[in-house]
């Protein structure tokens, strides 16, 4: 568990272990991933990898790809 901080040009999650912060999203997406078909994840890919989430942060996912999208360098 831990909080999900958006910026302008990045996100910063941090739980009681450690702090990742998450820059050069080049895309935002929407929807099921891999074998995980009960849950809808917000999933953010960047220059390194990629990151997901899902219910918890922010609310759950509609409100988490809310609060991302701007982030989305595709859709700019």
Known sequence: ???LGVGDNALQFTSKREKVRITGVT???YGKQGRD???TWVKAE????????WRGFLGGPKELLDA???LDRASR
């Open 27 to 29: 895309r935002v997406s």
């Open 1 to 3: 568990m831990g909080t």
């Open 68 to 70: 991302v999208r701007h």
């Open 46 to 53: 960047c220059e390194n990898g990629q990151w997901m989430g």
């Open 37 to 39: 078909f009960v849950n």
